[in-house]
């Protein structure tokens, strides 16, 4: 605590904890017992340059949250139907032995695999107040239904996996400065990475020290691509393999392919390197070069009339690519969170591989860009008896239609068959339950049905669209109300470690997760195991106790330490390349994949394209190839609905964290963006309110008119609140009103950026 000297008033330290990847460190102004002021990192110093983890606009607006008409100050029990929104406020005492008389209930029935808690990221940046609690004590009750993924990086996650043995082989944002060329193919670090601790400071830095030129290709003219790029080049969603396919082409029939890189240390570029016993024709330069199964060579003028990029900049950008050495080739998200995401993430990749950008300096492996930061420990979870694990996105398949759940159709681990159905759903720091899951209107049906899950219980700040559908809802202590500590987060490249004072009293009746959890466990017998003697501030300060056996310039004193409250550590004097150690030496430093070498074709993925079973129309390929799939031009159902639709991750909202706060939505309102010639086609101009509908739903918004967003697509922004009127039409441009349930062939992961849509004036 710091005291200005004045009664009543002191500054303490927090951080934001939602996540956008990044951690900000907060510095709350406290007058009588109120937050009346949220300020940010001020020790920039000689050390550091002058660089201060500043706080953006979502962690400054902290306050319109926190006292925000939305905020939860009491157990509440469902009255209505499941989203209609008609609550009863109950006692802590009934909420919790409800609670624990309906979990001991379904795990007696059901058994353990009945449980599950949902993916939610509020608040991944709290080591205390975090969701590992509940996975702690689920733990100690005979654990719960796992599950695996992200909605984040599911398709990239994999696809990298059969490439390269891991999906962590990226070189950092600043090691821009030893390129000669960066490319991005839908990063958009301006906002996505906009917090004072996120790799927008990079991007600056490197840019200024380089004057390196990049190109941006994405549907739209991002904040990345206004501010940094040379140029912007536009492309259809979901098209990007064939745009590699076509730069491959040039690439290889003008001699710039790295051929002594593709020999050493990667398999299945030409018939060289095929794995044994797979037929002629089936090597990766069969594939662009037209001698393989398809018979199609993958000529600029094949790729331009896909991807929309013409084929003249496609030939040139080839060039650019092959002959800039070295040249940073990375992919955000957005590229891989469709339909066909795997594919386009792994065929990105071949860009460095083909020229050999792979593990030097100023290069890269394809990916994201790494992070760096110091490996401070997380809270100790015990270990899950259970072993069957989901992929996250198909815990809506896991309500309704588990005995059709397998480990051939929908990626099941750790057994062949779910043998029960969820009944039992914890929801922490969430709005994944109906906001942020995709096609709304499928999920309102499904837990509409309270014979399938019987009981939902969801711990939150606001009254939320996930809210909505609780059974039992909880209001959580916010991060002005609690004491804990938090790192740097994932996506940074300098370690952090900030502690947090509780500023306030809890509003209302609200409570920390851990104090809840506590109460269940003692319900069910457990608290000794679950608590270790300990209340929630004793292991914020034993967990600080545990980062100073990682770290030990730490302070000794606690105390110290929470006054001082900040704490960051020098980046690296140089950046290492990712896959360094493997480039130095293949044979020594073999890779994770079956072949210990860059797997461009991957026998595992051309068994598995042989054994599971995959719905009309998924492909599985070996290669990295480019394949149409549903919710893009060539579906029949683009007749009606032509447009594509993504929804970018924007900068006023962390998904739908923040999105009730009225200065963020007037800083960027909530909008659609549509080409003006797509505008022109339907009569609509800027400010217009406009539906935006497909078969799964509809909703409504104003659009924005603009040529930063290509012909023939959009964009909307995704975490908008849900809120529907009449037949669940939503009136807010919630994108997940339009998004479908049908997951990724092989990752089984949300394609929440592949849909097509129609686009109207909203009448009168
Ligand atoms: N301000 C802010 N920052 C955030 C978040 C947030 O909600 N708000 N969310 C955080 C989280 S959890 C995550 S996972 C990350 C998300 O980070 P990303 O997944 O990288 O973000 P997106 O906005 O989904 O996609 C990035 C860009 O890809 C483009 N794009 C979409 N489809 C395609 C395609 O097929 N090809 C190409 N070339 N480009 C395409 C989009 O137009 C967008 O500009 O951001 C994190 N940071
Ligand atoms: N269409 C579409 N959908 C998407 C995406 C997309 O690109 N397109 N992106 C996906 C991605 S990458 C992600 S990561 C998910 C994110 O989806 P979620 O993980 O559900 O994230 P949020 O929407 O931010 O919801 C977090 C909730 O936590 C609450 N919260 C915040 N801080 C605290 C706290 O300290 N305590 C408590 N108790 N609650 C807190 C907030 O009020 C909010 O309701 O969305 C996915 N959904
Ligand atoms: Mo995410």
């Known amino acids: 605590m710091i005291s200005d000297g004045k009664p009543n008033e002191k500054i303490v330290w927090s951080f934001c904890n939602v996540n956008c990847g990044s951690r900000c460190p907060l510095r709350l102004h406290v007058k009588d017992g109120k937050v009346v002021r949220v300020e940010t990192d001020h020790t920039g110093d000689a050390e550091f340059g002058a660089h201060e983890i500043r706080a953006c606009l979502r962690g400054r607006g902290l306050r319109k949250w926190v006292y925000s008409p939305e905020r939860l100050l009491y157990p509440l029990i469902r009255t209505g139907k499941r989203g209609e929104g008609k609550f009863e406020r109950i006692s802590w005492y009934e909420a919790l032995d409800r609670i624990s ?75 821009m400065v030893n390129s000669r060329l960066v490319v991005f193919f839908g990063n958009n670090p301006a906002e996505t990475r906009m917090s004072g601790g996120g790799s927008i400071r990079d991007l600056v830095v490197s840019r200024q020290k380089s004057g390196v030129c990049i190109i941006v290709i994405d549907p739209r003219y991002t904040d990345t691509a206004a501010a940094f790029a040379d140029e912007w080049i536009p492309i259809r969603p979901g098209t990007d393999a064939a745009l590699v396919s076509g730069l491959a082409y040039i690439l290889i029939t003008e001699n710039l392919v790295d051929q002594d890189f593709l020999d050493r240390y990667c398999v299945g570029y030409d018939r060289r390197t095929m794995p044994a016993g797979i037929p002629p024709g089936n090597s990766y330069k069969d594939y662009i070069m037209g001698s393989g199964p398809d018979g199609t060579p993958k000529t600029p003028a094949w790729a331009a009339a896909i991807t929309g990029v013409p084929a003249e900049r496609i030939v040139r950008l080839a060039r650019e690519i092959g002959t800039a050495k070295p040249a940073y080739i990375a992919q955000g998200w957005g590229p891989q969170r469709h339909a066909n995401g795997e594919q386009t993430a792994r065929a990105i990749c071949m860009l460095p591989i083909l020229t050999g950008n792979v593990g030097i300096a100023g290069g890269n492996c394809g990916g994201r860009e790494a992070p760096d930061g110091i490996p401070f420990p997380r809270i100790p979870v015990g270990q899950n008896p259970v072993t069957a694990s989901i992929p996250c996105f198909l815990w809506t398949k896991a309500i309704a239609d588990h005995e059709n759940f397998t480990d051939m159709s929908d990626g099941l681990k750790g057994k062949r068959r779910l043998e029960t159905p969820i009944k ?60 804990d500590l938090a790192y740097q987060g994932y996506a940074v490249e300098m370690g952090v470690l900030i502690l947090r004072e509780q500023a306030i009293e809890p509003l209302g009746e609200c409570r920390t997760l851990y104090d809840i959890c506590a109460d269940i466990a003692r319900r069910m017998g457990v608290a000794q195991a679950f608590t270790e003697g300990r209340t929630h501030d004793q292991w914020v300060e034993y967990m600080y106790q545990q980062c100073r056996k990682v770290r030990r310039d730490l302070p000794k004193d606690f105390e110290e330490a929470v006054r001082t409250g900040l704490f960051k550590w020098k980046r690296g004097e140089r950046p290492k390349a990712g896959l360094q150690a493997f480039r130095e030496d293949p044979d020594t430093s073999q890779l994770d994949t079956p072949s210990g070498r860059i797997e461009i074709f991957s026998r595992r993925l051309w068994d598995l394209a042989r054994s599971w079973k995959l719905p009309e129309g998924d492909v599985i390929s070996a290669l990295p190839e480019y394949h149409d799939t549903w919710g893009m031009p060539a579906d029949p159902c683009s007749r009606e609905y032509p447009l594509q639709l993504v929804g970018h991750h924007g900068k006023q909202r962390t998904h739908s964290s923040y999105g009730n706060n009225p200065w963020l939505r007037e800083a960027v309102p909530q909008s659609l963006w549509i080409n003006p010639l797509d505008a022109a086609a339907r009569g609509i101009i800027h400010g217009d309110m406009v539906h935006v509908h497909n078969p799964l739903g509809r909703t409504e918004v104003r659009a924005k008119v603009t040529p930063r967003i290509m012909p023939g697509v959009l964009s909307l922004s995704q975490g908008a609140w849900y809120v529907p009127y009449a037949n669940g039409v939503d009136k807010n441009g919630c994108i997940n009103t339009l998004t479908s349930q049908r997951p990724s062939p092989l990752a089984k992961g949300n394609p929440q950026h592949t849909n097509l849509v129609e686009v109207g004036k909203v009448r009168g």
């Open 101 to 175: 008389d309906k979990l001991g209930q379904v795990i007696n029935i059901h058994g353990n695999e009945a449980v599950f808690r949902i993916y939610g990221t509020g608040n991944l940046g709290g080591v205390v107040s975090g969701r590992e609690q509940i996975d702690r004590l689920m733990n100690l009750l005979g654990g719960q239904l796992n599950h695996y993924n992200s909605y984040s990086t599911a398709q990239i996650t994999h696809g990298m996996h059969y490439t390269y043995g891991t999906h962590d082989c990226g070189n950092p944002l600043t090691d």
């Open 424 to 483: 039992f759903l914890w929801s922490f720091a969430s709005n994944t339950l109906v906001n942020q899951h995709s096609d709304i209107g499928r999920t309102h049906r499904i837990l509409a049905d309270e014979g399938l899950c019987e009981m939902i219980v969801l711990i939150d700040n606001v009254m939320t669209a996930s809210a909505r559908y609780a059974d039992i809802v909880l209001p959580g202590t916010s991060c002005f109300e609690e004491s």
